[in-house]
T-cell receptor, first 114, second 110 residues
């Protein structure tokens, strides 16, 4: 296992288009997190999953955003009708389901909305 | 409100000099504190956490509850320490998410 992977690494899209990102966590990790990072900011929590259940969503996650983890393994994050303000690095992390477990981060997907 | 403040965007330190990256937090309760690091072209990774009380790559961090600080220190900077450093906190419940600061870029001068 080479760690958390994300695909694609870069995505350029036009405003109004839909985009979908994929995250593959470390195989034995049952928790999966999505973060967004904009220039000059630290990662901001978006949502997280315990197995296939989405347990928390940030108010940053507008109605245009949806995340799934259908079989408790990989996850997808979809953004509908993208806006220029959605341009950011989208990070995925995974962890074991233990007390304050260490989160392991993927390389991120950089989204540019033109 | 839960918040992590890193007052310095950029810190330049000469090689061999001591390093201190500042971090202050606001949290109603007893948080767990972390330092994450991102080296050039690498992914974000955990450097150290308060609960472990470890020294990693010569770095240490002490939690000061009175001053609500968790500053990162190293007595002698090395060029390979140049990176982006993020202070972060989490609650002590299993479901608590991590809140990150804005980060400090550490630049080690030769």
């Amino acid at each position: 296992d080479t760690g958390v992977s994300q695909d694609p690494r870069h995505k350029i899209t036009k405003r109004g288009q839909n985009v979908t990102f994929r995250c593959d966590p470390i195989s034995e990790h049952n928790r999966l997190y999505w973060y967004r990072q904009t220039l000059g900011q630290g990662p901001e929590f978006l949502t997280y999953f315990q197995n296939e259940a989405q347990l928390e969503k940030s108010r940053l996650l507008s109605d245009r955003f949806s995340a799934e983890r259908p079989k408790g393994s990989f996850s997808t994050l979809e953004i509908q009708r993208t806006e220029q303000g959605d341009s950011a690095m989208y990070l995925c992390a995974s962890s074991l389901d233990t007390f304050v477990a260490e989160q392991y981060f993927g390389p991120g997907t950089r989204l540019t909305v033109t | 409100a839960q918040r992590v403040t890193q007052p310095e965007k950029l810190l330049s330190v000469f090689k061999g000099a001591p390093v201190e990256l500042k971090c202050n937090y606001s949290y109603s309760g007893s948080p767990e504190l972390f330092w994450y690091v991102q080296y050039s072209r690498q992914r974000l990774q955990l450097l150290l956490r308060h609960i472990s009380r470890e020294s990693i790559k010569g770095f240490t961090a002490d939690l000061n509850k009175g001053e609500t600080s968790f500053h990162l220190k190293k007595p002698f900077a090395q060029e390979e320490d140049s990176a982006m450093y993020y202070c972060a906190l989490s609650g002590m419940n299993r479901d608590d998410k991590i809140i990150f600061g804005k980060g400090t870029r550490l630049h080690i001068l030769p």
